[in-house]
């Protein structure tokens, strides 16, 4: 049997009032019984509440095992009633049009419970015809959403809307015209909240380096909901913690679409970390980062005194993570799967990369700027001096550099090596002293177009050695290409580094003009030579237009250098 009181706690007439049970974890499906008689509903765990003509409670409370007592015992269920509102949906006419498998949700926001005491929340399953017509609802605010049995997915959800008791408030079903709508459902575990004051949830979206509060959020003793509404599309990371558990997951959103997020609280896994550090960083302080392998997210950060090599990491996500070993040798990093829940275990043991040489231009030592690039993209920098020796050291294998030779005003010489370089090596950098220069000309007027971007591929051919028979490594040749971009000076013109012996692919763009329909291909007999080339564009659509070619040109000013790539 179930009975209701006031907000004084006197006991009320049932007059005209039903008892409106849920299954838990079910589908949503209610069951109605009158108040104040004894009625007995099929075996199952539920939550009720109760409801009549301008009156409801305020949320569900939770009926024990229906079918575990004896039968001649009886239960009877206890809850306060409230002034009710009526809510209707508008757009669930059009949804039933969508197919039949199709069911709005009502979910009442804000904290769910009074003087201490946690309750759950008051959320209702109804079908399209009744969210259209009007269903009760305690006063506050107000969330509906569209789900689709089917895709077992949301279609649609709404914005929050306060009701008023004795009030009717209309929601709108909406999708997100641009960006994509976001709800997240958390069940706390461990019994849940035990009081109100306990309702201390952090609930977070990352997107990039970007925190985004919920817009709306509904807090009970077991389970807690947050919306956010036009987020952006992209790549999303949900965050959740609760009294140290936590929830995390990732997400692809998409335009125009209603995501849903849902899970149980746990308990984060922790990193035991080894680390066995080369003699030179052994008194260094260790820095330590942890970002997200799916976002790049920073997670943890640690900071070790001198001397320490062992340490446990906790409260991590359960997913694929990076760990970044930060020196004054530049980074390493190595990846550790946490994506099943469990602890995990990392031994860092890096080794020092060494490559030092002799920078010469045209045969002359010449003092430079080396960028260099390790295997896995970190930048370490170095300098050449008067007597063209450098010196470099990196944690991890090199994969590229680029070389800025000092008094020039080229893009710089860049290679990729078809090896990482580790261990310790002399490498010797020998460029040719040669000025290759490219004019961006109007073809009508002939002259000079600023700020245009010359995107270039130098390809070439190149012997590496191969396994072969009982252990022998015989050279073959391949092709490989250097690509980079660079902007033109006021003049229209912009320097080229060094080109190696082989073909040379130009385009050029730039605003107001039409690009050239192929790229311009043309053979680098020998890079020793200073080259010199001129590229047309046509002027705008509706002007007279000039013919795309290339022909020798005349030296020019300097150019900005771009970050390089390599190409097949």
Known sequence: MVVHRDAAGSFLPPDGLVATLVRDRGSGEELTFPVGVYFRPPPGRYRFWIEGEGLITPFAARLPMVGELPSDMALVGVAPT????????????????????????????????????????????IGLDRAAKGTNMPAGDVVAALWDAERGELQALSRPRSLHGGATAELELERPAIGAHLVLRAERGEGGADAVDEYDERITVWQGDEAIPP??????????????????????????????????????????????????????????????????????????????????RTVATERWRPGRVRGRIVGLPPTRLWVELVSRFGPMREAV?????????????????????????????????????????????????????????????LGQISIFARGSSAAPWTDFFLRPLSGEL???????????????????????????????????????????????????????????????DDNGEAELPPLRT????????????RPLSAPLRLPVPDGSESQRFEILLESPPGSPAGPERIQSGAPGGDGEALVPYPTD
Do not use: C, M
Not at 370 to 395: C, N
Not at 467 to 479: D, H, L, N, T, Y
């Open 502 to 513: 082989g073909t040379i692919e130009l385009r050029a763009f730039a605003a107001g003009y």
């Open 82 to 125: 409230t002034s009710a509102g009526t809510v209707t949906v508008s757009g669930s006419k059009s949804a039933a049009a969508l197919g039949p498998k199709r069911r709005v949700a009502l979910l009442k926001l804000g904290r769910y419970g009074e003087a201490g005491a946690t309750r759950h929340e008051l959320i209702r399953w």
């Open 426 to 488: 002399e490498l010797d950098f020998d460029l040719q002293d040669v000025e290759n220069r490219v004019r961006v000309l109007d073809a009508r007027s002939r002259e000079g177009i600023a700020g245009a971007t010359v995107a270039f591929s130098n390809r070439y051919d190149s012997l590496v050695e191969s396994p072969g028979e009982r252990g022998s490594r015989p050279e073959r040749r391949v092709v490989r290409a250097v690509a980079q971009a660079i902007v033109t």
């Open 215 to 296: 817009d709306a959020t509904a807090h009970a003793a077991d389970s807690f909901y947050a919306f956010w509404y036009d987020l952006a599309p992209g790549l999303t990371e949900i965050e959740a913690t609760w009294r140290g558990r936590y929830l995390d997951r990732t997400l692809e959103l998409a335009s125009r679409q209603v995501a849903t997020a849902d899970g149980k609280l746990d308990e984060r896994p922790s990193l035991v970390l080894e680390l066995a550090l080369p003699s030179e960083l052994r008194a260094d302080p260790v820095e330590l980062v942890i970002r997200s392998g799916n976002t790049g």
């Open 337 to 397: 799967n946490l994506a099943s829940g469990e602890d995990g275990y990392l031994r860092l043991e890096p080794s020092i990369t060494v490559v030092r040489g002799t920078l010469r231009v045209g045969g002359e030592p010449r003092p430079a700027s080396l960028q260099l690039w390790t295997v896995d993209g970190a930048p370490l920098s170095a300098e050449s001096g008067i007597d063209g020796r450098y010196e470099a050291r990196a944690l991890e294998p």
